[in-house]
């Protein structure tokens, strides 16, 4: 699940380099597994407001001023993008698992 996870993370991590120096290297030092399930999260300031819809939040330097945020998001589009090599990912460990207990293959 950790390599699986790695490769969408790489790929959320590429997304957001275009506009946040925080954000790329943040995402991939959050990135974590279980023999189940995967998180990557980003907790720098400016990964919610690019990852939400219609947020707003105070211009630097005047918390006077509001501006609702360009809508950016990075983890959702990451991981539509990577999938299918997530998966394969996922599965070569499966079938390693498989091979280690014994289990031949078809053919």
Same mark, same amino acid.
């Given at each position: 699940?950790?390599? $699986?996870?790695?490769?969408?993370? @790489?790929? *959320?991590? &590429?997304?957001?380099?275009?506009?946040? &120096?925080?954000?790329? +290297?943040?995402? @991939?030092?959050?990135?974590?597994?279980?023999?189940?399930?995967?998180?990557?999260?980003?907790?720098?300031?400016?990964?919610? +407001?690019?990852?939400?819809?219609?947020?707003?939040?105070?211009?630097?330097?005047?918390? &006077?001023?509001?501006?609702?945020?360009?809508? &950016?998001? =990075? @983890?959702? +589009?990451?991981?539509?993008?990577?999938?299918?090599? *997530?998966? $394969?990912?996922?599965?070569?460990?499966?079938?390693?698992?498989?091979?280690?207990?014994? =289990?031949?293959?078809?053919?």
């Amino acid at each position: 699940m950790l390599a $699986a996870a790695r490769i969408i993370a @790489l790929e *959320a991590s &590429r997304l957001a380099s275009g506009w946040s &120096r925080q954000i790329p +290297p943040d995402v @991939l030092r959050h990135v974590t597994a279980t023999d189940s399930a995967a998180t990557i999260k980003s907790d720098v300031g400016p990964a919610y +407001p690019n990852e939400v819809i219609r947020v707003r939040h105070p211009v630097y330097g005047n918390r &006077r001023v509001w501006v609702t945020n360009d809508y &950016r998001p =990075f @983890l959702a +589009p990451a991981a539509q993008a990577k999938a299918d090599a *997530a998966a $394969a990912e996922i599965a070569k460990s499966i079938d390693d698992i498989c091979h280690e207990l014994g =289990f031949k293959g078809a053919g």
